[in-house]
C-alpha cells in the first residue's frame, strides 16, 4: 500500500493564481481530511469529507474548496492565492474513530 | 467545542532522563486522544491512541500515556529518551471521527547528549 499521497511536494505560486493540491489513498479509508501547518499553530482543519459526495467546513475554510466524487481521492483547489495561504499542506485519511494517516505533505509560497 | 492545550512549546532533556509533555483537552462529550509524531520534512505519524479501557496506553518508541478524566489531561511520558526522539510532537482530540480532529500547537522535544 502507497497509504497517503500527495502532489506536488513544492509549489509557488503568484498571488491570484488558482491550482490544485491532489491527495489519494489506497486504503479505503471513509473520512479524508485537510490541514494547514503554520509555524507554532499546529495544525487547522480546512475541509473534510465523510464519504464520497459529502464534504464540510473546518476551522479556516476561506479561500480553499473540495469535492469528493470517489472514495481514493481529495483535492484541495485554491481559487485565488493570497501571501496568507503561504503554509505547509497536509492531507489525511482515517476510519471512524481510529487514528489518521498523514500524507507527506506539500509546502506552498504565495508570492 | 473541542480544544487542546500543549502546556510547553518546547522542551529541552538530556540523554537517557525522562521526559513528559503535556496536554491538556476540552470537550462536551466523549473523547478519543492522540499523540503524534512529526520528524523534520515528514508528515505525522501515530505514537499511541486512546479509544476507550485501560487509562494507561503505550505506544511506539516506548512512549506511554495517561488518560485522566479528572483533570481532562492526556501527558505523554517516556523512562528514557533518545537523541533520535528529537522532533515535534502533537496531541489532538476527537470527539466522533478522527477525521475532524483538533490539534494542539505542538511541543518541540530537543534531546541533548
Known amino acids: 500500500n502507497a497509504g497517503v499521497t500527495q502532489t506536488p511536494k513544492f509549489q509557488v505560486l503568484k498571488t491570484g493564481q488558482s491550482m490544485t493540491l491532489q491527495c489519494a489513498q489506497d486504503?479505503?479509508?471513509?473520512?479524508m481530511s485537510w490541514y494547514r501547518q503554520d509555524p507554532g499553530m499546529g495544525l487547522r482543519l480546512i475541509h473534510y469529507?465523510?464519504?464520497?459526495?459529502?464534504?464540510d467546513q473546518g476551522e479556516v475554510p476561506n479561500g480553499y474548496n473540495v469535492s469528493r466524487s470517489t472514495t481514493e481521492d481529495f483535492p484541495l483547489r485554491l481559487l485565488s492565492a493570497a501571501p496568507s495561504q503561504t503554509s505547509v499542506y497536509f492531507c489525511?485519511?482515517?476510519?471512524?474513530?481510529?487514528?489518521?494517516?498523514f500524507g507527506p505533505g506539500t509546502r506552498l509560497t504565495v508570492l | 467545542a473541542q480544544s487542546v492545550t500543549q502546556l510547553d512549546s518546547q522542551v529541552p532533556v538530556f540523554e537517557e532522563a525522562p521526559v513528559e509533555l503535556r496536554c491538556n483537552y476540552s470537550s462536551s462529550v466523549s473523547v478519543y486522544l492522540f499523540w503524534y509524531v512529526q520528524y523534520p520534512n515528514q508528515g505525522l505519524q501515530l505514537l499511541l491512541k486512546y479509544l476507550s479501557g485501560s487509562t494507561l496506553v503505550k505506544g511506539i518508541n516506548g512512549f506511554e500515556a495517561e488518560f485522566n478524566k479528572s483533570q481532562t489531561s492526556f501527558h505523554l511520558r517516556k523512562p528514557s529518551v533518545h537523541i533520535s526522539d528529537t522532533a515535534e510532537y502533537f496531541c489532538?482530540?476527537?470527539?466522533?471521527?478522527?477525521?475532524?480532529?483538533?490539534f494542539g500547537d505542538g511541543t518541540t522535544l530537543t534531546v541533548k547528549p
Open positions: 489532538a482530540v476527537s470527539d466522533s471521527n478522527a477525521g475532524k480532529s483538533t
Open positions: 489525511a485519511s482515517s476510519r471512524g474513530v481510529n487514528e489518521q494517516f
Open positions: 469529507s465523510v464519504g464520497a459526495g459529502i464534504t
Open positions: 486504503m479505503n479509508h471513509e473520512y
